[in-house]
């Protein structure tokens, strides 16, 4: 192995971590809000990579341009979802909708397979089969797009939560569900509309998923695993969080594959994943008792 190696695992690695952390945003949104792992959240992101593909046949538009039509409809299905699916069930305590979600995303996954079939499917965009030059090392240009993608939406979440009104209505209602809904918010629309701005982050992660790598119906299940790695990394329910987990699971794996070869590159992102739960479980940025 030469340095040239190295430095070309780490420069990919931590360029396709900017893929991991947009593909994590939701998930990492929807725990800090309500405290429930999504485990619908990998059929979300394979559910609007099929619907990209979708809209992009009929309309012949680019699949970037089709993301933002899909929007819309992931944010109804989130919506309706949260509002009258799984509300009901979060003041009997975590396991009722945990076990909601996973009905929900069995029959999502069956769902797809009934539809699409299981034939693998990709999303062919202008960026798909590109690589460009950082460093002189050759990255392919998805990924490079992928962290910038990244770096935008979390920003963008960032200060959505932290500036805007429904924001501030969101950390109430996330600090002190009770006092919040004395106060004259109701808690239930604000989880609806968080699981809702959820599932439309939701298609962004699909897109880049369709693009860099081929897709069936049960691939979400890998992309939630990857996801919850990205999350406990960089802290349960720290957005910022979500892009320094990223960019770290995504750099060692880079790294760690350049050691011991591209396939055990999977363990080795799940070997720093126990690593952290053993010596600090709630994350890098997340805060005491997330754990």
């Known amino acids: 192995m030469t340095i040239n190696t190295l430095l070309a695992g780490a420069l990919n690695g931590f360029f396709l971590g900017g893929l991991y952390a947009t593909v994590a945003i939701s998930l990492s949104l929807v725990f800090g809000v309500m405290r429930l792992v999504n485990v619908t959240h990998g059929e979300y992101l394979i559910a609007a990579a099929y619907l990209n593909i979708v809209i992009t046949s009929a309309l012949g538009i680019d ?26 069930v979060m003041n009997k305590g975590m396991e009722p909708a945990l076990l909601m979600a996973f009905g929900l995303s069995i029959i999502a996954q069956n769902g797809l397979i009934r539809v699409f079939g299981g034939d693998s499917k990709t999303i062919t965009t202008q960026f798909s089969q590109r690589g460009m030059e950082v460093f002189g090392i050759t990255v392919p240009t998805i990924y490079v797009v992928s962290l910038f993608i990244g770096i935008i939406l979390i920003g963008g979440l960032h200060l959505f939560i932290n500036r805007s009104f429904l924001g501030k209505a969101i950390r109430a209602a996330t600090q002190d569900p009770e ?25 962004f992660g699909g897109l880049l998923i369709g693009t860099a790598f081929s897709f069936v119906p ?3 299940f890998y992309w939630l695993l990857k996801s919850f790695v990205v999350v406990v990394l960089g802290g349960m329910g720290s957005i910022v969080g979500t892009l320094a987990g990223g960019l ?38 997340g805060q005491k008792g997330s754990e």
């Not at 006092?179 to 939701?202: F, K």
């Not at 050691?259 to 479980?281: A, C, H, Q, S, W």
């Open 179 to 203: 006092t919040a809904g004395v106060m004259g918010i109701n808690v239930n629309v604000i989880y609806a509309i968080t699981y809702a701005i959820g599932a439309t982050l939701a298609s």
């Open 248 to 285: 770290i699971l995504g750099t060692t794996e880079g790294i760690g594959a350049a050691f011991v070869g591209t396939g055990y590159r999977d363990m080795i992102g799940f070997l720093i994943f126990l690593l952290m739960l053993l010596v600090r479980p709630r994350g890098l940025f």
């Open 63 to 88: 699949p970037l341009i089709s993301t933002f039509i899909s929007i819309p409809i992931l944010f109804v299905v989130g919506y309706a979802l949260q509002r009258w699916v799984l509300n009901p």
């Open 218 to 220: 049960s691939t979400g």
